[in-house]
C-alpha cells in the first residue's frame, strides 16, 4: 500500500499516470488510508522485507516488525570481472522507477547503456534515448545473467522497499550506482570496509552523472561484493522465516490462534 503513502506523487503525480486515474486514486487516498491503518490490527505479527518497510510499519500502523530480507536467487550467478564498457539498467519502465534519470545521464557523458525491460514508458524513453542507448524488451533470465556479467556497473536510480536487482549485480561481482533512499541504503554499502557502489542523493540528471564519477575513481572488490550478496540468498531467507515461524507457532501453543475479523 505505498502508493497510498510514501510515493502517492510517484505513481500518480502529473504525468505518472492517466489524468481520470489520478483524480480518481486523489479522491480514493483518504479513504484508502483509514482502511489500511484500520485493518492493520488484525495480523498478530509484522515482518518487513527491509528495515525501510519497518519503519514505515511503526511510523503508520504504530505495531512492531521484524525484518526478513527476501530471497534472492544468488546461486544463478558466478562471479564476473569483465567490463563490456556499458552500464546496465534491468527494470519494468514505469515512471516512478525514473529511468528517464539515466538515459539523460549517459547522454551528457556519452556512456553507453543497455536497458533491459519494458513498460508504458517505453516511447517516451527511447525519445529521450540518444544512440549509445540499446533496448533489449524482456529477455531470457541466460542473456540477463550474461548482461551483468558484462557491465561496468547496474544503475538503479528509483527508490524501492528493498530491490532485487542491486544484489543480483552484486552475486556477480558489479558495482550499483542507486539512489540513495528506500532499501538501497541497505545493499549499496560505500565503507571504508566494504564497498558495494555508489549512493546519490538527489534525483537529477547531475547527481547521477556525479556518482559516474565517483564510481570511475573507486576500486571495488568484485569478490567482496559478491560474498556480501550470499547473506540474501534464499536460503538464508528460508532459513529465517522458518525460524520466525516456529517460534511464533510456539507462542500460541502450537495452536493456530482465534481470529475475529
Excluded at 49 to 57: A, D, G, Q
Excluded at 108 to 122: A, F, H, P, S, Y
Excluded at 157 to 181: N, S, W
Aim: with cysteine; glycine share 8%; proline share 5%.
Amino acid at each position: 500500500m505505498r502508493y497510498i503513502w510514501d510515493q502517492f506523487d510517484e505513481y500518480f503525480g502529473p504525468g505518472r499516470d492517466r489524468f481520470v486515474t489520478r483524480v480518481g486514486m486523489t479522491v480514493l487516498r483518504r479513504p484508502l488510508q483509514w482502511w489500511d491503518v484500520r485493518t492493520s490490527s488484525h495480523p498478530h505479527y509484522y515482518i518487513g522485507i527491509s528495515e525501510n518497510v519497518r519503519r514505515r510499519i511503526e511510523r503508520i500502523y504504530r505495531r512492531p516488525a521484524e525484518v526478513i530480507y527476501p530471497p534472492v536467487d544468488t546461486g544463478r550467478f558466478s562471479l564476473s570481472t569483465r567490463d563490456d564498457g556499458y552500464y546496465l539498467v534491468v527494470s519494468a519502465l514505469v515512471p516512478y522507477k525514473r529511468i528517464d534519470l539515466a538515459i539523460q545521464a549517459v547522454a551528457k557523458t556519452g556512456d553507453r547503456l543497455i536497458v533491459v525491460g519494458d513498460g508504458r514508458e517505453m516511447d517516451r524513453l527511447r525519445g529521450l534515448a540518444g544512440p549509445t542507448v540499446e533496448f533489449t524488451g524482456w529477455i531470457s533470465n541466460d542473456e540477463i545473467r550474461d548482461y551483468y556479467a558484462g557491465c561496468r556497473a547496474v544503475l538503479f536510480p528509483g527508490e524501492e522497499d528493498f530491490g532485487i536487482v542491486p544484489v543480483e549485480a552484486m552475486a556477480t561481482g558489479k558495482p550499483v550506482i542507486a539512489y540513495g533512499h528506500g532499501g538501497a541504503l541497505e545493499t549499496v554499502i560505500d565503507r571504508p570496509d566494504l564497498r558495494t557502489g555508489v549512493l546519490f542523493t538527489k534525483q537529477t540528471v547531475d547527481s547521477v552523472v556525479d556518482a559516474f564519477r565517483k564510481l570511475s575513481e573507486t576500486e571495488f572488490d568484485p569478490a567482496k561484493i559478491r560474498q556480501f550478496a550470499l547473506g540474501f540468498d534464499r536460503e538464508v531467507y528460508k532459513s529465517r522465516m522458518r525460524e520466525t515461524v516456529v517460534r511464533h507457532w510456539a507462542e500460541f501453543g502450537g495452536r493456530f490462534p482465534q481470529v475475529s475479523i
